[in-house]
């Protein structure tokens, strides 16, 4: 079949031909539509995460997007890079009988590839981590990314009374290193009317710390990633006089069932046209650009058109 293919550890894959996945018991072979390269794609393939150094050669990508062999159209997740055995960047890709989710009806297979887990995540922290409440302020970072994108728009149709997605601009990269958290803190009450009752952060660094300090009386920050810093830096007073939560987030913790009940949410909304993300597609033959793109964090979400679908 043909694949993207990492012969070495933090080098790009390349397109080449490689072995079809074995039929095995438990196991479905999906011939796959569409497959994004997302954060943990890179992170897994680094060699250089907590996940280890990844046995080579292998196919990336932890999900994708095809049709089981009696025409089904699902989703599905992969251990790609994380565990020995190949991913979803590819034509073929042997899936575990429980990480297939069906696909409802009105999303094409480069939109919901695009959506995948980092909906899942965003839609899980709004309502299980953070248990967002009708009416309720929220503060989304990193706006512009998958993440933020869909928390934008989840956070709109459970009710918020207030959304502010903060993003940063050209100029602002420029002046990152300068940026206050507290300055920066008073800017995004300005920009919400008040605290925010919920923050949602996959960035951390002075965003996420900015991001807790304007955080309500009994309001919740939920961390799941570190793209602007590794640390948060926040005052016990400031936590503790609004007894406000600091929460960590990982996928890796929800159960399959919760895992598909929170994609099949997503999914229905995209589907009604109220959750919608930006993306570039592109053929598998240009996946080594494609790979490099997404690891420049040139802002748009990469997804590997590999076969016609719907
Ligand atoms: N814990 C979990 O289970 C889980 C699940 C999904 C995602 N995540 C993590 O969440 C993060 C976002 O994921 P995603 O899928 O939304 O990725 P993405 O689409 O690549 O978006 C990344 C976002 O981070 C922003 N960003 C990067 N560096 C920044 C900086 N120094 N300061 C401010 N903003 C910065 C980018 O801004 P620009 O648009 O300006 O480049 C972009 O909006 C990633 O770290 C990912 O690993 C974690």
């Known amino acids: 079949m043909r694949a993207?293919?990492?012969?070495?550890?933090?080098?790009?894959?390349?397109?080449?031909e490689h072995p079809d996945p074995a039929p095995a018991p438990g196991r479905t072979v999906v011939r796959v539509e569409a497959a994004?390269?997302?954060?943990?794609?890179l992170l897994a393939a680094s060699g250089t995460s907590y996940f280890g150094v990844p046995a080579t050669p292998y196919v990336p990508g932890v999900q994708g997007v095809g049709r089981t062999p009696d025409g089904t159209p699902v989703w599905f997740s992969t251990d790609a890079g994380m565990r020995p055995g190949d991913g979803s960047l590819a034509e073929l890709c042997s899936v575990a009988d429980g990480d297939l989710v069906p696909l409802p009806d009105g999303v094409t297979p480069v939109q919901a590839a695009a959506l995948g887990l980092s909906a899942v995540a965003a839609w899980v922290?709004?309502?299980?981590?953070?248990?967002?409440?009708?009416?309720?302020?929220?503060?989304?970072?990193?706006?512009?990314?998958i993440v933020g994108q869909v928390a934008v728009?989840?956070?709109?149709?459970?009710?918020?009374?207030?959304?502010?997605?903060?993003?940063?601009?050209?100029?602002?990269?420029?002046?990152a290193?300068?940026?206050?958290?507290?300055?920066?803190?008073?800017?995004?009450?300005?920009?919400?009317?008040?605290?925010?009752?919920v923050v949602v952060d996959p960035?951390?660094?002075?965003?996420?710390?900015?991001?807790?300090?304007?955080?309500a009386p009994g309001g919740r920050l939920v961390n799941l990633g570190s793209e602007a810093g590794p640390t948060l830096a926040v005052d016990s007073a400031s936590i503790r006089a609004r007894h406000a939560a600091v929460l960590g987030y990982t996928n890796n913790a929800l159960s399959p069932a919760q895992r598909r009940t929170a994609l099949e949410a997503v999914l229905g909304h995209a589907a009604a046209g109220r959750i919608i993300?930006?993306?570039?597609?592109?053929?598998?033959?240009?996946?080594?650009?494609?790979?490099?793109?997404?690891?420049?964090?040139?802002?748009?979400?990469?997804?590997?058109?590999?076969?016609?679908g719907r």
């Not at 922290?125 to 990314?145: H, N």
């Open 153 to 175: 728009q989840a956070a709109r149709v459970l009710g918020a009374s207030r959304v502010v997605g903060a993003a940063r601009s050209a100029a602002a990269r420029a002046r």
């Open 277 to 308: 993300v930006g993306h570039h597609e592109c053929p598998l033959d240009d996946v080594t650009a494609a790979w490099e793109r997404q690891a420049a964090r040139s802002g748009t979400r990469q997804v590997v058109r590999i076969a016609a």
């Open 177 to 197: 290193d300068d940026d206050e958290p507290a300055a920066l803190a008073a800017r995004l009450r300005d920009a919400l009317g008040g605290e925010a009752d």
């Open 4 to 16: 993207a293919v990492i012969t070495l550890a933090g080098v790009a894959p390349a397109h080449a």
């Open 203 to 215: 960035l951390c660094g002075v965003p996420g710390t900015a991001g807790a300090l304007a955080l």
């Open 125 to 145: 922290i709004l309502t299980d981590s953070a248990r967002l409440a009708a009416g309720e302020r929220v503060l989304v970072l990193g706006a512009g990314g």
């Open 36 to 41: 994004p390269i997302a954060p943990l794609d």
